[in-house]
């Protein structure tokens, strides 16, 4: 069970800025959802570090914090509120499917909810039959000159992938040292900053590679912050990758 007591519209803005992954304002809070966090509410959250809030100009823009996520986590196992009605009742059903889904594939709720502007992850779903006189197999498989992790071209591909590696074996004392990605972005050349995020949320994804955050916040440099790559709303500073 959850352990903070939240009112239903707070717990619905954490599950709104969870759906979100990523920082909202007010105003598009209110445009997407009918919600707005201020007052009281916005205040309980910070001071439970549920919700991290600052002022853009007028209006505060918001995000989950780790603690956040946490707390989102345990909501979709909650049981249905006792006077939620028909809407809550069908929220909750959607909510314990998702449950269901992270626990059946060992995951967790960054790896479901994502930035609009983030990829979504790779599906290994088969391409549509075009009509092609090409054996399937042959038609359907990405050659690494010309296709992406995704199987399609791009700047974000497995050449970046490689430098990546290659920049990491020059930093590293060793396999699955820790390398700050202010050190390791300095190796990458004109490479984007963008583009190198991208291939840094694909590798994270293996068992093998590992992003977290500096412990230390107070030994972040403004150079050490804008090398961070945001993954599930936190900002991570160190790189590990055990099979180089």
């Known amino acids: 069970m959850p352990s903070e007591t939240l009112t239903p519209s707070e717990v619905a803005i954490l599950l709104a800025l969870m759906a979100e992954a990523t920082e909202v304002s007010n105003p598009e809070l209110k445009n997407a959802y009918g919600l707005t966090l201020d ?3 916005r205040r309980k959250l910070n001071d439970l570090k549920l919700v991290a809030s600052r002022r853009a100009g007028s209006p505060f823009i918001h995000e989950l914090t780790e603690n956040g996520w946490a707390r989102c986590r345990e909501e979709l196992s909650a049981p249905r509120p006792a006077r939620g009605g028909p809407a809550a009742g069908a929220l909750y059903a959607v909510l314990a499917g998702i449950n269901r889904y992270l626990e059946q594939e060992d995951l967790v709720p960054a790896d479901v909810f994502r930035p609009r502007s983030e990829p979504p992850p790779e599906t290994g779903s ?19 000159s010309t296709a992406g992790f995704d199987g399609s071209a791009g700047p974000a591909g497995p050449d970046l992938d490689i430098r990546i590696r290659d920049a990491y074996r020059q930093l590293a004392e060793r396999p699955g040292s820790w390398v700050s990605l202010t050190r390791l972005r300095s190796l990458l050349g004109d490479a984007e900053h963008d583009d190198v995020d991208t291939v840094l949320r694909r590798m994270d994804r293996s068992p093998r590679v590992n992003l977290i955050p500096e412990e230390n916040q107070k ?9 961070a790559v945001k993954i599930g709303g936190q900002d ?9």
């Open 219 to 227: 030994t972040l440099t403004s150079e050490d912050r804008a090398a």
């Open 236 to 244: 991570n500073h160190l790189l590990a990758i055990e099979d180089v």
């Open 126 to 144: 088969a391409l549509p039959d075009t009509g092609s006189a090409l054996p399937k197999a042959e038609a359907a498989i990405p050659t690494a």
């Open 39 to 41: 007052g009281a509410s």
